[in-house]
């Protein structure tokens, strides 16, 4: 019997006329105003008209096929483009298995993928040997770049701290980070967590954000590993690689970002063995 397997993922407009449409659906279907999505279109414009999370995903979700193998078919599933969560569902086997590309799990991110999927579905993997082991080598392979003196930052994204009521995303993510930096030899003074990429939202989001942590250090570089995604997307691609890295510059510091998982075979070949043994 074929095991449908259902890789979900952020999603991204597969052009740029999508890309209202795209906005609207994050904002669970309030349009955006034309000063909203003027900036939204023109972080995208900044990182070259698209995203490339798309063609990334599927790649992601070629490799977790092919280290599966015979009695699985894995079909994408989007958040917010489509196909939708709800698309791939349909046309997959009736026993489906559910992975989110997103290593740590909230209510108010992993959380919603799982309920729409309406299946058993893993819930975090931050905890994969494989994908701790890439973050490890990434860290200790960029801080090779940079000045003695330079601070780790371990980046995920905001959400707003009502969701983080009694939410275990904090927790995973400090889990990880302490995890990460001891593999690679960093000391406990020389990283930190930050947050990065908080919506446009009057409401009060998770702190400190990654610019602001920045502007408070003592040394000579950053290295902003961001644990809290899987893909070169919008939000590495513009708010670390543009945004922060030109404040690395006027704060007179020098600024890395370490290598995005992507389709790493290794750790796509490790979450094909987790969804083999998921107990359901
Ligand atoms: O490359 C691309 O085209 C898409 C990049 C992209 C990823 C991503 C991941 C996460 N988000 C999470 C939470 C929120 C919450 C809001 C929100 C808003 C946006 C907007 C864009 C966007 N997000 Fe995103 N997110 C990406 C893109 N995100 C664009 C809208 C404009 C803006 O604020 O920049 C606020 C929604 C609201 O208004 O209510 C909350 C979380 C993740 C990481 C986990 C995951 O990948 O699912 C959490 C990639």
Redesign the pocket.
Known sequence: MTTGVVLM??G?PASAEEIEAY?TH???GRPPTTEQLDD?RSRYDAIGGL?P?REITQAQRDRLASALGDGYEVALGY?HASPFIEDAVAKLPTDVVGLV??PHY?R??IGEYVERLGHPAIESWHDLPEWRAFQANAVRTSLETLPRRTTVLFTA?S?PERVLVDDRYPDELLASATAIAEQAGVSDDAWSLAWQ?A???PEPWRGPDVLEVMADLDTEGVLVCAQ??TAD???VLYDLDIAAKARAEQLGIAFARTAMVNDDPAVLGALAERVRSFQR
């Open positions: 993922a952020y991204t906005y994050i904002r669970r939204l995203s999370l958040k590309l997103a909230s108010g991110s994204h959400l990429s919506g446009r939202t809290g995604f997307h919008l939000e």
